[in-house]
């Protein structure tokens, strides 16, 4: 496939890897501060200030406190990380879009509050849109989909927890009422995955209240009280739910289990194969383990697009076992997949973009849409502002959420807002409306966005294949996305070795000003993994226990100018020099 109608996306959504696009922003800019200033003073017959407005265009006087500390902030933001640059492939940031920055700039001027439609009269609307076009693109029915956006990964992965507590807990309590009612032994790992058809039949069999369904509830009662009533329903101790979460995980999700009360040792971790992925075999093994311990499964999450390498699992086989021990034994796992940074991959789906992944890569991000909740964060690779992420799920029963009252919000007269099922209040409108002028305009699809996915993996498979034939020490890591990894190692050499040597090349770009890239170090969880690439060169681990895992360099390319083969072409010789020069590099030879 060639790389014109990226390019083409490129040139007219972005604003140029040296300003290319700085005059058609800039008037962009005036319009719609035109639009606005036209609003503000139109709105109202009595809006005049008692302060007379600055003559246009006039320069700040001397002692302006505003302009001087300005100027000083600007001065200061430009030793700031140019991320914009294809010569900053360290981290998950790169330039931002035309639409991104636009749509966030009107909405942040207008700052509505999405917390209520009172606060929120359009940009609320605005949300609800722009959550149907996420849906769409991530294999939801968007007339169904139910979303909002939040500050980023981590608060949408701890709201997708909220509501399969809330679920788990409804199920787990009506269970516990009828065990008490009637005697009958509480299997809390069989209650607690029931489903809403039994939970209803159950509720209405035994006519239980609302009021007495909460006394039995952990999270609207007492937790201590409720787990102690659990163990005497069982005959056997209660030591509340887990969550399986693959060892590729975001560090979110640790944070999830204290912050939700369910302690460290809650999260139960799912070995990777020696692709880096889940691990099905061994969930299968920890989902046995939970049964026979009488734990119920808060949740199954998957990742598409881990922070580390960028991997995917394998989501299609995934849920195919879940479906089946849903048609078997009637278990409802609450399945979640963080796609934080991957979710914008599916867009090559169903287009000739999707020859650029392997057909296991493409056959999971096709299944997302049979999550019962997903992740995605617009400010990685949907390319708008920070702060900006998003939680979805397929319908209104999956987004149901524990209820709070504020009567200075209930208004029936003015819509639903989404204050009450939010774990933020206050959320702006800017997010939104970013990621909803994105998909105006760029769209979500193969031809739009997709083209421009396809890219960055087709640039990360250049840059892979150009480093193997120029340089015999590195070693990639299996990759999905656009995110390489590799360790620098010799023949039969130990890992230790090859660990100083990443080190100390890691150092040679921290101190070079020409490329910037990252490193992380592979752990426990990688041990499959970490065996694979130490067989594939007659290497062996000579590590202590206890001591840190495999440390690989790290490159993400999603920057978007990589869609131009000129870039390429420049950029790509010169990594490779700089790369050698490190490898040459006294401190490197030193510390190998």
Sequence with gaps: MTADPSRELVRIYFPGARSENERRLRGEIDATLDHWFRWRSGRFEDSASDVAPPVAGSPAREGDLLGQRLLTLCDALTAETPT????????????????????????????????????????????????????????????????????????????????????????????????????????????????????????????????????????????????????????????????????????????????????????????????????????????????????PILMAVAVAGATETGAIDPLDRLYDR?????????????????????GFLRAMLNGPEEAVLAPETAAALRAMGRSDSITIDPHKLGYVPYACGAFLTPDAEHYAVSAFDAPYLDRPELGDGKWSSTLEGSRSAAGAAATWLTAETLGFGAAGLGALMATTVETRQAFEAAIREAV???????????????????????????????????????????????????????????????????????????????????????????????????????FIEELRQALADPDEAKAA
Aim: with cysteine; aromatic share 10%; glycine share 8%.
């Design 322 to 342: 879940l479906d089946l021990w849903r048609a078997e034994r009637g278990w409802r796992i609450w399945r979640h997949v963080d796609a934080a940074y991957g």
């Design 84 to 295: 914009f640059s294809p010569r900053y492939i360290a981290h998950m940031k790169a330039d931002l879009s035309l639409p991104g920055l636009l749509g966030w700039f009107a909405a942040m001027l207008h700052n509505p509050n999405n917390s209520s439609r009172d606060a929120s009269r359009v940009g609320s609307v605005i949300e609800t849109e722009a959550i149907a076009a996420l849906a769409s693109m991530l294999g939801y029915d968007p007339a169904q989909a139910q979303g909002h956006f939040t500050s980023g990964g981590t608060v949408a992965n701890f709201e997708a927890v909220w509501r399969a507590r809330y679920r788990l807990d409804h199920w787990l309590a009506l269970a516990l009422h009828v065990s008490e009612v009637t005697g009958e032994t509480l299997d809390p790992f069989a209650a607690a995955h029931m489903g809403w058809k039994q939970f209803r039949s159950l509720q209405t069999a035994h006519a239980v209240s609302d009021n007495v369904l909460k006394s039995c509830s952990a999270a609207a009662s007492n937790p201590g009280d409720v787990w102690r009533r659990i163990s005497r329903a069982s005959g056997r101790d209660y030591r509340g739910p887990v969550m399986l979460v693959p060892g590729n995980r975001h560090y979110s999700w640790s944070k999830s289990a204290n912050v939700f009360g369910l302690g460290g040792e809650a999260i139960w971790s799912v070995a990777l194969d020696q692709g880096g992925h889940l691990d099905l075999a061994d969930f299968e093994r920890q989902v046995e383990r939970a049964q026979a311990d009488g734990r």
């Design 472 to 574: 015999p020490e590195a070693r990639f890591l299996p990759a999905d996305s656009n995110i390489a990894c590799f360790s620098l190692a010799r023949p039969g050499e130990a890992l230790s070795l090859s660990n100083a040597r990443n080190q100390a090349v890691f150092d040679h770009f921290q101190r070079s000003p020409h490329f910037a890239v990252s490193k992380t170090t592979l752990g426990a969880d990688n041990a499959a993994l970490i065996a694979d690439l130490l067989g594939g060169h007659g290497g062996y681990d000579d590590r202590s226990e206890g001591d840190a895992g495999m440390l690989v360099i790290r490159c993400v390319f999603m920057n978007p100018y990589w869609s131009d083969p000129s870039v390429r072409h420049d950029l790509l010789p010169r």
